[in-house]
């Protein structure tokens, strides 16, 4: 009896996975608007004030720094890239960028490295050919940390650049 229905449970389950929509009309144009948003989007949620560290900022994510430092690494640049393609195709779309540090070092000192942080990816977003209007920068130095832990792993999480949707 139990594998009768777990069987069923997996058929109708299965049935249902080919059961899609198609939105295009008569024309093959998409019926959305807002295609660009909803096909950049599909995989993530792009939300009003939703963010990169909580996946809510569409395919923006979160970038990482080494220890004192706001220089963008190899990976960095490219995680930008594809934010810059996005923001550039999805002109509505503006965000800020929260720079921050882990819990080492001075209240003020942090600030300027969290604004330091934030400003180099500004600037490279920008560089890349966003509008400078479009991206507004934050820094929370060691006030707002993703890890609580007091080693490399949690600090490490912790020295970042996050993207908040602010208009959408």
């Known amino acids: 009896m139990k594998t009768t229905l777990l069987s069923l449970l997996l058929l109708l389950s ?3 996975v080919g059961c899609a929509t198609d939105s295009s009309s008569e024309d093959g144009s998409n019926a959305s608007s807002d295609s660009m948003v909803d096909d950049a989007t599909q995989n993530n949620t792009l939300e009003l004030n939703g963010t990169s560290e909580e996946n809510t900022a569409g395919p ?5 720094f080494d220890y004192d430092s706001s220089s963008l690494s190899s990976a960095a640049r490219t995680t930008l ?4 393609n ?29 604004e330091r942080r934030a400003r ?19 820094s929370y130095g060691k006030e707002k940390p993703v890890a ?6 949690s600090w490490s999480q912790n020295r970042r650049a996050g993207f908040m949707i602010t208009a959408k």
Do not use: C, M, P, W
């Open 14 to 16: 299965l049935s249902l």
């Open 60 to 64: 923006l994510r979160t970038i990482f």
């Open 81 to 84: 890239e594809d934010a810059a």
């Open 86 to 114: 996005f923001l550039k195709e999805n002109t509505n779309v503006d965000v800020q960028v929260s720079g921050n540090s882990d819990e080492r070092g001075g209240v003020q000192y942090n600030l300027a490295l969290g």
């Open 120 to 138: 180099s990816v500004k600037d490279y977003l920008v560089a890349l050919g966003v509008n400078s209007a479009r991206v507004t920068i934050i």
């Open 148 to 153: 609580f832990g007091h080693d490399e792993e």
